[in-house]
């Protein structure tokens, strides 16, 4: 199908321009010349998505092939679609292309030249050229001179779908096609699904290569130390990685290799809701000419970016390519971690703000990928809510989450890795009652996990969550590691504690062919 995307809507766009791999520059005056944005104050490119201001996890498919319907672990994240639905909707995804200007940007998914993937982007909006341009991993000259796409991903936010003859849930779609080797996309013009779309299909292919991909931000220290941060939106993954102490690998998206750890992507998506420079100033300078912001309130007058306003979306991002923060990894790539952190944002102020993990114990909290939603975040929602998704990541797991779990366990048995939970959540109580554990001291924690200060201190079990919580830490006070000490009413905190124990055994129930040394590692129910 490839030569069908060059042929049929390149070769013969007519009245339709063709845009090839234009700089950065370029593309900020496309956009603007086109309307499709404003300059903000700070030299950022300004967009509103309308509509979708995030992920339509509903309105994503996985076109059903014979090669590849034993693979892929069906059910509400993978949908199936129909060979013959996907034909009908890309060949009328192609005709409204026909004739319209579009924008190709040919980059890299993967730091790592053994397994990047080539991938060709062709955009309907040169923004969102602008956007896959600075997100993933830029060629040379010469690599763009003998460059071949191996997948190739069409975005044309303009194009609606028709549900009841496409068979989608709405007028937006994400639809890959593995055997093809092409993502379309339509409907919406929300740009991290092009991002996504790509992780994905890194999660699908690489595993059979024996690379296990991960959502994790990664460093690394002055001594080549790597250190990974798995955690879902909110649970600082973003902030924590991005140390002035240590250096930056990537913030999303890796792989781990018989190398080491590896970036996706060439740049950074942030989340800007409530940014300052004083909390996180390695994001705040790295928004300027070359980044796109999506959905941040721009005053008219001024065009000054208000981070604190939710007036679109409480979604807000920045999309910046890596080296835009200082002291990266030029390279996106670096050993084998010694450190793995799992960040969690307890609502409910029971987990602990640190602890100790041993391997099936990380497999456990792996697989579980457990934070919480907040009381006034969505409609419906009066009070905390626990969220779990699969392996941090369940919207972008196309394999069995065994697959990924087992990968985690093999590499932390054969590198000797230490793994770490950290409650970035509340503390004394829940939300509402309690306070959010404060930054400075999660910093000491983090720290002291990635040196080493915390290999060989006193620990005690936790009677609920049967994990190792240690007596004392650096720079933090003592009496905030044992949580319930935190409460004035300890018979609360019991409550609360083992209602959360019980959600994570509910959750824990939907996994099929786990090893029973797994199931006993989360916590105890009684």
Same mark, same amino acid.
């Given at each position: ?9 390149? #070769? ?42 995030? !992920? ?200 781990? #290799?018989? #190398? ?56 807000? !991002? ?72 699969? *392996? ?18 093999? !590499? ?47 620990? !005690? ?6 994990? #190792?919580?240690?007596?004392? *830490? ?53």
């Amino acid at each position: 199908m490839k030569p069908q995307i060059d042929g049929q809507l390149l #070769s013969n766009n007519t009245s339709g321009k063709v845009y090839r791999n234009l700089s950065v520059a370029q593309l900020v005056e496309k956009a603007l010349a086109r309307g499709e944005g404003t300059m903000a104050s700070n030299g950022a490119l300004s967009l509103l998505t309308g509509k979708y201001t995030g !992920r339509s996890p509903d309105d994503k498919f996985t076109v059903d092939t014979p090669g590849l319907n034993g693979d892929i672990d069906w059910g509400t994240v993978n949908r199936p679609m129909s060979q013959e639905k996907f034909e009908l909707l890309y060949q009328r995804l192609l005709a409204y292309l026909q004739n319209r200007d579009v924008f190709i940007f040919d980059g890299y998914a993967g730091a790592d030249q053994e397994y990047r993937l080539p991938v060709r982007f062709i955009n309907e909006f040169a923004w969102q050229n602008l956007f896959v341009h600075q997100l993933f991993i830029r060629p040379t000259k010469d690599e763009l001179n003998s460059y071949q796409p191996e997948f190739t991903l069409i975005g044309a936010p303009g194009f609606k779908a028709d549900p009841e003859v496409d068979g989608t849930n709405s007028e937006a779609f994400v639809v890959v096609n593995y055997d093809e080797k092409v993502v379309i996309i339509g409907g919406t013009h929300y740009a991290g699904e092009m991002k996504k779309s790509i992780f994905g299909v890194m999660n699908y292919l690489l595993p059979k290569r024996d690379v296990f991909p991960m959502h994790c931000s990664a460093n690394v220290g002055k001594n080549g130390d790597a250190a990974l941060f798995f955690g879902l939106s909110g649970t600082g993954k973003t902030t924590l990685s991005a140390d002035p102490d240590r250096y930056l690998i990537g913030d999303d998206e890796h792989g781990w #290799s018989d #190398s080491g750890v590896f970036n996706f992507e060439g740049g950074c998506y942030a989340k800007c809701i409530n940014l300052s420079k004083e909390k996180e100033p390695q994001i705040w300078e790295a928004i300027r000419f070359g980044t796109v912001i999506e959905n941040v309130a721009i005053d008219p007058l001024t065009r000054a970016a208000d981070y604190d306003s939710d007036k679109h979306t409480e979604n807000t !991002r920045a999309g910046y390519p890596i080296d835009f923060i200082p002291g990266v990894v030029q390279s996106g790539a670096g050993d084998h971690p010694e450190t793995v952190i799992f960040l969690t944002a307890d609502a409910f102020g029971v987990m602990p703000p640190i602890a100790k993990l041993n391997a099936e114990q990380a497999m456990y909290y792996f697989l579980s990928g457990y934070t919480s939603k907040l009381a006034g975040t969505e409609r419906g929602i009066k009070e905390p809510q626990a969220t779990f998704s699969t *392996c941090f990541g369940a919207p972008f797991l196309p394999l069995r989450p065994m697959v990924y779990a087992a990968m985690l366990g093999d !590499r932390i048995a054969k590198h000797n890795t230490r793994v770490f939970l950290i409650n970035t959540g509340w503390s004394g109580g829940p939300y509402g009652v309690g306070n959010r554990m404060n930054l400075n001291y999660t910093r000491a924690m983090v720290t002291a996990a990635l040196n080493g200060q915390l290999d060989d201190v006193a620990y !005690r079990s936790d009677p609920v969550f049967d994990i #190792s919580l240690p007596v004392s *830490c650096p720079g933090v006070p003592t009496e905030i590691l044992e949580p319930r000490a935190t409460w004035s009413n300890k018979e609360e905190y019991d409550r609360a504690a083992k209602g959360l124990a019980r959600r994570f055994a509910d959750n824990f129930k939907k996994f099929s062919g786990v090893p029973d040394k797994l199931t006993t590692a989360g916590p105890k129910i009684e």
